[in-house]
T-cell receptor, first 110, second 115 residues
Framework: RKEVEQDPGPFNVPEGATVAFNCTYS??????FFWYRQDCRKEPKLLMS???SGNEDGRFTAQLNRASQYISLLIRDSKLSDSATYLC???????????FGDGTTLTVKP | GAGVSQSPSNKVTEKGKDVELRCDPI?????LYWYRQSLGQGLEFLIY????????KSGLPSDRFSAERTGGSVSTLTIQRTQQEDSAVYLC?????????????FGPGTRLLVL
C-alpha cells in the first residue's frame, strides 16, 4: 500500500461544477498536509496548506480527518483555469521527507 | 524575489555517461529537496538537506546517485553511469522552515533523457 493515495481520476467536469478530491495517508503520525497544483510540464506549486480545523481560500476548501486519515479538496464553481493535476502531500513530524500522492487530474470543460 | 533555479533545463546524454544537475535554492532557505518525476507519474523523493545536518538519503534509488550541498546553498545531484530508466524530470525544491515544516517552492526542473 502506498503511503499516500489519491483518487486516480481523471475528473472531467463542466465549468461551474463542484468537484471534490480525496487523499488517504497511512502514517498516523503525519503532521503537515498540503495540496499542490501541477500544470502540464510545469513544476508543482502550493495551492494550500490543510489545517486541522479545515480552511478555505476563495473557491477552494481543504479538510482534514485525522481519525480516518484522509484529506480532501473541494473546488466550487470550477473554472477552465482549474484544469491541472492536484497533488496531495503529507509530511511526518521532524522529518524532511514529504510524500506526494500520484495526483488527480482535473479537466474543466466549457 | 528570485525563485528556485535549476540547470540545465534539458539534458540529453548517452547511456553510461555521468551527469550533474544543479539547484540554486531561494536565498535564506535552509532546507533543500530533490525529487524525480517520470512521465505521467507522481513525485519520487530522492534526498533532503537541512542546514548542516546529515542529509536524508533514503530516497536515492541506487549508489549511482549522489548529491551534495556546498555552503548550505547550491546543490548538485550527480548520476553516474546513467541508464535509460534514469530519464525523468528532476525537481529541486527549497523551504524556509526548520525540521522540514515549511512550504516547498519548486524549481522548473531538469528534463533528463538518457539515450
Amino acid at each position: 500500500r502506498k503511503e499516500v493515495e489519491q483518487d486516480p481520476g481523471p475528473f472531467n467536469v463542466p465549468e461551474g461544477a463542484t468537484v471534490a478530491f480525496n487523499c488517504t495517508y497511512s502514517n498516523s503520525a503525519s503532521q503537515s498536509f498540503f495540496w499542490y497544483r501541477q500544470d502540464c510540464r510545469k513544476e508543482p506549486k502550493l495551492l494550500m496548506s490543510v489545517y486541522s480545523s479545515g480552511n478555505e481560500d476563495g473557491r477552494f476548501t481543504a479538510q482534514l480527518n485525522r481519525a480516518s486519515q484522509y484529506i480532501s479538496l473541494l473546488i466550487r464553481d470550477s473554472k477552465l483555469s482549474d484544469s491541472a493535476t492536484y497533488l496531495c502531500v503529507v509530511r511526518s513530524p521532524n522529518a524532511g521527507k514529504s510524500t506526494f500522492g500520484d495526483g488527480t487530474t482535473l479537466t474543466v470543460k466549457p | 524575489g528570485a525563485g528556485v533555479s535549476q540547470s540545465p533545463s534539458n539534458k540529453v546524454t548517452e547511456k553510461g555517461k555521468d551527469v550533474e544537475l544543479r539547484c540554486d535554492p531561494i536565498s535564506g532557505h535552509t532546507a533543500l529537496y530533490w525529487y524525480r518525476q517520470s512521465l505521467g507519474q507522481g513525485l519520487e523523493f530522492l534526498i533532503y538537506f537541512q542546514g548542516n545536518s546529515a542529509p536524508d538519503k533514503s530516497g536515492l534509488p541506487s549508489d549511482r546517485f549522489s548529491a551534495e550541498r556546498t555552503g548550505g546553498s547550491v546543490s548538485t545531484l550527480t548520476i553516474q553511469r546513467t541508464q535509460q530508466e534514469d530519464s525523468a524530470v528532476y525537481l529541486c525544491a527549497s523551504s524556509k522552515g526548520t525540521s522540514g515544516s515549511g512550504t516547498q517552492y519548486f524549481g522548473p526542473g531538469t528534463r533528463l533523457l538518457v539515450l
